[in-house]
């Protein structure tokens, strides 16, 4: 993969359709332009013909597609925006703009996928129950980046051995698709706040965009008899069942439904939500578990909370502030939309989170680095007004 020299690719064989049809669980559209790749490419050409937007369906041996990959990812990251940002909101739309970026360039490195779910390369992986797991049963043989691929195999992994919980005492399998509970500080905050009143004499709940169902399984494990959980990923709800049935919990955790409310107009207890915490559009299945396009899920939870709680109820809002301390929103707007709504705040639990290690982008940029280091998770207890 040396780019020592930067070579001619007139040598390359050009592809004008696809061998096969194209997969893409992001929804990204198969590409326009197509040539076949393998180690006689090299990784500078290889990059910046995925730039200029043609994808390379490699046919060369496995080991020899992820070097590629990963040698056109140094590049892509060794890129440096133009100007400094001078805000950390436009510190992180900056981010977004470059990881959006990187996603597509990376996602022009494809691989053949046949319909039993094996990859047609030389020294592949056994991916078959990976692939089954996450694109259920194909009825042909498909093309796929390897990026989305190299996906696949990790968020099996994460479902295979599970993500430790230890206010739940017990471990979590998040499905692909599904947000991972890797952050537990929020998870701690739900296990430590006092239950309302109304627990005692009707112990049910809601969890609201239930992910993998980590909230509701810590909530019937305090005693709540009846946990209804909505999604509007059908993974998710899926993966809630899961664990329902992994933890033994499937008398006391239900489906409700793709809605944010479950159907009907019953009162609950308690209803928790722990929407995507900063303000965006999505770019993929994941990114719903990050982005709440125009705040829809907040304000839609905050709205309809008043007219679906019972006589002594609560609703618990997990949120951070990064959202705040990034200029997308503000406390004011935050408080203001909790008025409106008919509810006042009874009370707030804090932590600081746990980060993983920041990327590339953001130990770069300061703006963006100060606010993530500041960050406060929060758990705002609501009621009626």
């Known amino acids: ?6 070579p001619s690719t007139a040598a390359l064989p050009a592809l004008y359709a ?27 050409a290889a990059y910046r013909l995925a730039c200029e937007g043609t994808a390379l369906l490699w046919q060369g041996d496995y080991p020899g597609a992820l070097r590629l990959l990963h040698a056109m990812r140094r590049r892509a990251e060794r890129r440096r925006p133009r100007s400094a940002p001078d ?24 691989v053949p996928l046949d319909a039993d779910h094996r990859v047609r390369l030389h020294r592949a992986p056994d991916v078959h129950e990976a692939c089954l797991a996450a694109y259920g049963p194909l009825l042909d043989n498909r093309i796929v980046s390897l990026r989305e691929l190299l996906g696949v195999i990790g968020a099996h992994q994460w479902r295979t051995r599970g993500v430790d919980v230890p206010a739940l005492g017990a471990r979590i399998h998040p499905h692909y698709g599904v947000f991972s509970p890797v952050r537990g500080e929020y998870v701690d905050l739900v ?29 019937a494990r305090r005693g709540l ?63 719903e ?31 951070s502030d990064l959202a705040e301390r990034l200029g997308l929103r503000s406390r004011a707007d935050l408080l203001g939309t909790v008025s409106t709504a008919g509810l006042r705040i009874t009370g707030r639990l804090d932590t600081v989170p746990r980060h993983p290690r920041a990327t590339a982008s953001e130990r770069a940029d300061p703006l963006l680095r100060a606010a993530r280091s500041a960050e406060v998770t929060s758990l705002w207890r609501l009621v009626t007004a």
């Open 1 to 6: 993969m040396s780019d020592t020299h930067r």
């Open 18 to 44: 696809l061998p096969a049809a194209w997969h893409s669980e992001n929804g990204t559209p198969p590409p326009r332009r197509l040539i076949a790749a393998d180690d006689t490419l090299r990784a500078e």
């Open 87 to 110: 805000s950390p909101a436009e510190a992180f739309r900056q981010h977004r703009r470059e990881r959006a970026r990187l996603a597509r360039v990376l996602g022009m490195l494809l």
């Open 191 to 219: 296990g430590r706040a006092p239950l309302p009143p109304a627990v005692q004499a009707d112990p049910t709940a809601y969890d609201l965009g239930t992910g993998t169902g980590v909230l509701a399984a810590l909530l």
């Open 225 to 287: 008899r009846k946990v209804l959980v909505t999604d509007s990923n059908p993974r998710a709800l899926a993966c809630a069942r899961d664990n329902a049935h992994r933890l033994g919990l499937t008398d006391r955790i239900e489906t409700a439904g793709a809605g944010l409310y479950p159907p009907g107009r019953d009162r609950a207890a308690l209803v928790v939500c722990n929407p995507p915490w900063l303000p965006g559009r999505p770019n993929s299945t994941l990114d």
């Open 289 to 319: 578990g990050v982005y709440d396009r125009d705040s829809r899920m907040l304000h839609g939870f905050l709205d309809g909370l008043a007219g679906r709680l019972l006589p002594g109820g609560e609703g618990w809002l997990i949120l």
